[in-house]
Nanobody
Framework: QVQLVESGGGLVQPGGSLRLSCTAS????????MGWYRQAPGKERELVAA???????NYADSVKGRFTISRDNAKNTVYLQMNSLTPEDTAVYYC????????????WGKGTLVTVSS
């Protein structure tokens, strides 16, 4: 099993910034990709950004140029720097860690709420 602990959510004004962190513990050797998904009220969960152990990244079109994902493999931690936030970014953000394409493990954090409002 892998445990994921998220931090960094909160309330921010439009145009502001936040940084989310997610630290993995447990059977971390099974993990390749780590990333962030989000779910807004009444909407399906969607990928925000992901990064592989080797550093390859993938972003949703809606956050390209505003969000940056990074990873510290020594600390088993993934970060999401979010800039130029808009109310449309309001959602619960979930950390994900998975073994794709090498294995089928898939783990989720409990989520952290990001609210963008004036």
């Amino acid at each position: 099993q892998v445990q994921l602990v998220e931090s960094g959510g909160g309330l921010v004004q439009p145009g502001g910034s936040l940084r989310l962190s997610c630290t993995a513990s447990g059977r971390i050797f099974s993990i390749n990709a780590m990333g962030w998904y989000r779910q807004a009220p009444g909407k399906e969960r969607e990928l925000v950004a992901a990064i592989t152990r080797g550093g390859s990244t993938n972003y949703a079109d809606s956050v390209k140029g505003r969000f940056t994902i990074s990873r510290d493999n020594a600390k088993n931690t993934v970060y999401l720097q979010m800039n130029s936030l808009t109310p449309e970014d309001t959602a619960v953000y979930y950390c994900n860690a998975n073994g794709r394409p090498f294995n089928g493990v898939d783990y989720w954090g409990k989520g952290t709420l990001v609210t963008v409002s004036s």
